[in-house]
């Protein structure tokens, strides 16, 4: 970092005349393509989608509803199920025929969609991989088996299958506004989703013989025909998601008849497959504030050890719902409450095995009920009387019902790492309920539109359950490793779901961080958070595309953001900005900021707290705002040895564990303490700076500066990122200051991404307190050290 020393007359001096060598050397600076507006790029607005962003006055969609009879064999692991489809062609188009989804075909060895990947030798590989490895022509038994396809009279439909797609050719052109029903017979082997991978499929406990069954993408299902794009039958390769049509689906389910079960929407034949007790207890829940259990531990663990042969059928009902899963399996336990949403009463519930009790039991309703609600303020009223979470060691999302993981030690215990995923994971999958299960985006073409907003409210609702959480998705900080990889590692946001190397970064965490990045640093919390609402409502139970969102959001904000859409969805520019020199008309800059306070701890082998070594702008401001409850202060019952853990409320037991020292330290303030008035008195005089800015990253954001001065005060000036519309490499920022600046820092909450700090700097800064450092050095591995050794509540005190 250079310091520059001069007169004020020779600085402003120096500052004209590079300004006009910069303007005579670049003629083109002037119109760099960064700011250039999207219109090029984005569809041409029509009277389906309007150029604000909103459906149009001639917006259609189709509506599929199913009639869904079907079977579990346990003993066989098979399905067999009879659906009748009642199709509504909304279009303006007649259709000579019809597309279904067949995505059980993923599983099958020769009908799959084939997408391969590169592959190595393994060094460890178990049986099923090595099987999936070999080179055969013979047909490994998985994947739909069509019996039949038949019109309304019971005529057989021609049909084509083309691997995870099927079609089926229509006698006559089905005319818009007109309907067909037809009739599809079909059967499946259930996979081991634990050996073949996937959604959907059973998991099965040697321990105990019984089997936990998660039937995802079990159906044949109809694929989307819409105005952008016709028909979507791009073919399921696994990553990429779905595109689904709303409808109305009844359901009915025969299980072993000591299964639990639960599914999309509401069953509706309760008091045929429940006990007495159990309908009780049901509908005591539905009106009680704490979770409720239905179905008992001590029952799950009876009907674990005696199985039934007889059977039972459970009738579900979902209106105006894209998709219908559910799960069943004796080993539940059950449990529920209400969560009353703007006036609506929501039935949370969860089920869970003896292996996740421990955490279920305390937190899944809770995390369910805090969940709807939250997104709710952000978006719209959750529309659903139902939400669940189901304990599958598994995180996939359907309506009204998601499968999710987080299982305790055999005593009962658990690492922080094990419940803070789990929190997340019930919190991600739930809040799928509103991206894309009611703001119904195309999953298999942009996976951002789903994962990316999702993740996005997900942070948010993460931030006010406990303002010690360690969101790892929001906060910009955390996007840094990620963006400062070499370009051949990056694809913009802006990639098809498929063809995208890292994809979690790609389609979660980044487009999460560039949203909060848009509401906390570029546009503020309340044009954004009016403006996400406003997509939120205008798509809801609609198929919106990218540019519906990009223009919602400039529509309801009047902010202008092709240049942030350009850079952070459309490119794969990181945020560097430097910081490269400043010039000083007069100044003193031996004064040093106060040293910063704190106490430490060793390193020992317990983990340390998992909080975020930095505590980011949104912690920050939630903090401070007052109207603000989180989730953990509400309700006390949620506080569990970690809570404590991690205030320094609770201690480890050294008799336990020799190598141990209190955890119980936390980090003190490190706001260096302002100088007395009287200090302040002695800088009457002006001060002049020229600050000089280089983009090394290319991706231009705004530029946040923090002056602390020598009387140990901070300021902040935010410069927009306008400020690089004429010269995209270099500006300057001229400041006249009542008090004398000791230090300089670019970006100090870490807002903007920037991928190298060591260039954000000038003028002598604090070092960061022993405390600090110690989180620094053991907080990334505190999830690992966690789960490999010994986890803190096993030993700790405080619980």
């Not at 507006?37 to 604000?52: D, F, H, K, V």
């Not at 406990?205 to 979507?232: A, H, I, K």
């Not at 990316?452 to 948010?460: C, I, K, M, R």
Request: proline content about 5%.
């Amino acid at each position: 970092m250079k310091k520059v020393f001069t007169s004020l007359c020779l600085t402003l001096a120096v500052a004209g005349v590079v300004k006009a060598q910069d303007i005579h050397n670049n003629p083109g600076s002037n119109h760099g393509n960064k700011f250039e507006q999207l219109g090029t790029i984005l569809p041409t607005p029509n009277e389906q989608r309007t150029a604000s962003g909103a459906p149009g006055a001639k917006y259609w969609q189709q509506r599929a509803d199913y009639d869904i009879k079907c079977s579990l064999d346990e003993k066989n692991t098979k399905l067999t199920g009879t659906e009748t489809i009642t199709y509504y062609n909304n279009s303006p188009d007649p259709l000579d025929y019809i597309w279904l989804q067949l995505d059980e075909n993923q599983h099958n060895n020769l009908n799959n969609a084939n997408y391969q990947s590169s592959s190595t030798m393994p060094k460890v590989a178990g049986s099923a991989a090595l099987e999936r490895a070999q080179i055969t022509t013979d047909d490994n038994g998985y994947g739909d088996k069509i019996v039949s396809i038949t019109d309304a009279l019971g005529k057989d439909l021609p049909y084509t299958i083309n691997k995870t797609m099927m079609r089926v050719d229509l006698p006559a052109s089905l005319k818009p506004g007109a309907n067909m029903v037809f009739k599809v017979k079909w059967s499946y082997k259930i996979s081991d989703r634990l050996s073949f991978g996937g959604r959907g499929g059973y998991e099965y406990f040697p321990g105990d013989g019984n089997y936990l069954f998660t039937m995802t993408q079990w159906y044949p299902r109809m694929c989307v025909y819409s105005d952008f794009q016709g028909w979507q039958n791009h073919q399921f390769a696994g990553r990429g998601e779905f595109a689904l049509t709303f409808g109305n689906f009844k359901v009915q389910i025969t299980v072993p008849a000591d299964h639990v079960v639960g599914g999309t929407g509401q069953c509706i034949n309760y008091a045929a497959v429940l006990t007495p007790g159990q309908l009780a207890k049901y509908n005591q829940a539905k009106a009680a504030s704490a979770p409720v259990q239905i179905v008992t531990l001590d029952e799950a663990k009876y009907r674990e050890t005696h199985p039934s042969t007889a059977t039972k059928t459970w009738v579900f009902q979902a209106s105006n719902v894209r998709d219908f899963a559910w799960t069943s399996s004796r080993k539940f336990v059950w449990d529920g409450m209400n969560q009353n949403v703007e006036g609506k009463n929501v039935m949370c519930m969860s089920y869970y095995g003896k292996e996740a009790y421990g955490l279920y039991s305390k937190y899944s309703t809770k995390l369910v009920a805090h969940t709807v609600k939250t997104y709710s303020h952000f978006t719209f009223a959750y529309p659903y009387p139902v939400a669940q979470s189901v304990e599958a060691s598994n995180g996939m999302e359907y309506p009204m019902i998601c499968f999710n993981n987080g299982r305790t030690e055999k005593d009962g215990t658990y690492s922080e790492s094990t419940k803070n995923g789990m929190i997340g994971v019930i919190i991600h999958e739930v809040g799928h309920n509103f991206f894309p299960m009611i703001v119904n985006s195309d999953e298999r073409q942009w996976t951002w539109m789903d994962e990316g907003l999702n993740s996005f409210v997900e942070y948010l609702t993460e931030e006010l359950w406990d303002n010690k959480y360690p969101s790892k998705k929001g906060a910009a900080y955390t996007q840094v490793d990620y963006m400062k990889l070499p370009k051949n590692e990056l694809e913009p946001i802006m990639t098809n779901s498929e063809n995208i190397v890292r994809f979690g970064p790609n389609a979660y965490t980044k487009p999460a961080t560039a949203l909060n990045i848009l509401r906390e640093t570029i546009m503020g919390r309340q044009l954004f958070d009016f403006a996400f609402k406003e997509y939120a409502r205008r798509w809801e139970f609609k198929h919106p595309t990218p540019a519906d969102f990009f223009r919602t959001m400039e529509d309801a904000s009047g902010e202008n953001l092709d240049w942030f859409w350009r850079g952070w969805f459309y490119g794969t520019d990181a945020c560097d900005i430097s910081l490269d020199s400043v010039k000083v008309a007069r100044a003193d800059l031996e004064g040093n900021l106060p040293p910063a306070f704190g106490r430490g701890n060793r390193a020992t082998k317990v983990a340390a707290p998992i909080v975020n070594n930095f505590d980011d702008i949104s912690k920050v401001r939630n903090r401070e705002d007052k109207t603000i409850n989180f989730y953990v202060d509400r309700d006390t019952s949620v506080r569990d040895f970690y809570w404590k853990y991690d205030r320094g409320m609770a201690a480890v037991d050294s008799s336990k564990f020799k190598d141990m020292t209190s955890a119980k330290n936390a980090a003190a303030d490190r706001t260096p303490e302002p100088f007395t008035d009287e200090d302040k008195t002695k800088f009457a005089n002006k001060f002049f700076y020229e600050l000089n800015f280089s983009n090394k990253g290319g991706l231009v954001m705004p530029i946040i500066v923090q002056f602390t001065y020598t009387d140990g005060s901070k300021q902040i000036d935010r410069i927009p990122a306008q400020v690089w519309r004429l010269n995209e490499q270099h500006v300057s920022k001229f400041y006249v200051q009542d008090k004398e600046v000791a230090s300089i820092q670019v970006d100090p909450y870490k807002e903007t991404c920037d991928i190298d700090e060591t260039n954000n700097y000038w003028g002598k800064l604090p070092e960061p307190s022993k405390f600090q450092v110690f989180k620094q050095k053991t907080g990334a591995g505190a999830a690992r050290g966690q789960s490999a050794g010994v986890n803190p509540m096993q030993v700790g005190s405080g619980k």
